[in-house]
């Protein structure tokens, strides 16, 4: 399975409450999450707001396009939109561009 | 699983060198990595240098704790440290300051 690994970069003044937002991630976004193939997802946000999201998935593409195309996405990237910068008029989703994977080590 | 996410700079300069020397990590050090408990772990490369590790394990300084005891990893990391910025006195490993994990779907 590919993994997907991107950066975003939270406002600074509004990390606490990106992450008590996350704490609550409507059951309906996870649920549409789930259904467009994003396995294994997970975000991690740094003391300065940069956000790293990990994910494993068989199309990137493809996943990220059938989450497009749900209503409960749209809705959710609007809501995300204002927490972050440097993603000029781009939504949050779209501006996932994905970093080289250069090295990987299953270990199981 | 516990999830690892940690970052690390490598210098603008070496990034191809760095690259490459991840195409062919010794096959003994992938084996010690695994004994050691690392699963599912991946580097990923911005182009800026900036590098990103994701990694699952049961107790992450455990886990680095056991690879750190492997005479393997010392190899590894003294020939590693000059790819680095920022990190001070400190090897490679000793520098992965896991990320907060904010957010995870398993999505399976």
Not at 48 to 61: S, V
Not at 82 to 108: K, V, Y
């Amino acid at each position: 399975m590919p993994r997907i690994c991107f950066v975003l970069q939270v406002k600074p003044d509004r990390i606490d409450e990106y992450r008590e937002r996350h704490r609550h991630v409507w059951s309906e976004m996870r649920r549409a999450l789930s259904e467009a193939g994003w396995q294994n997802y997970s975000l991690f946000l740094r003391p300065d707001g940069m956000l790293i999201g990990y994910l494993e998935c068989e199309d990137f593409e493809a996943c990220r396009a059938a989450m497009a195309a749900t209503e409960v996405n749209a809705r959710w990237q609007t809501e995300m939109s204002e927490f972050f910068t440097g993603n000029g008029d781009s939504a949050p989703d779209a501006a996932m561009q994905p970093i080289e994977e250069i090295f990987h080590l299953d270990g199981r």
